[in-house]
């Protein structure tokens, strides 16, 4: 069992920037893949980011590339989303999200931290 704890979140200006951070327990960190989703208010939760168990690859959703950038201290136990540019869209509550294989769903997330990014 992985138990996940984000923070971070808050409220921001348009074009300001917060850093959510996800600690992992549990299981071995290195050993997760470990990715970011997050889920507007009547809209589906979407992917944002993902990162693989050293860190050396990571994938974006277009919505966010060149604004976001996710990181990992496996020494932590930790998982990072620096948010830059933030603009009013980016407003949801975001989710932290674990799994053990590159394939199959995430089995493991974390309660969630609202980031509200005002215009």
Do not use: H
């Amino acid at each position: 069992q992985v138990q996940l704890v984000e923070s971070g979140g808050g409220l921001v200006q348009a074009g300001g920037s917060l850093r959510l951070s996800c600690a992992a327990s549990g299981r071995t960190f290195s050993s997760l893949v470990m990715a970011w989703f997050r889920q507007a208010p009547g809209k589906e939760r979407e992917s944002v980011v993902r990162i693989s168990w050293g860190g050396g690859s990571t994938y974006y959703a277009d919505s966010v590339k060149g604004r976001f950038t996710t990181s990992r201290d496996n020494a932590k136990n930790t998982v990072y989303l620096q948010m830059n540019s933030l603009k009013p869209e980016d407003t949801a509550v975001y989710y932290c999200a674990a799994k053990e294989s590159i394939a199959g769903k995430y089995d493991y997330w974390g309660q969630g931290t609202q980031v509200t990014v005002s215009s």
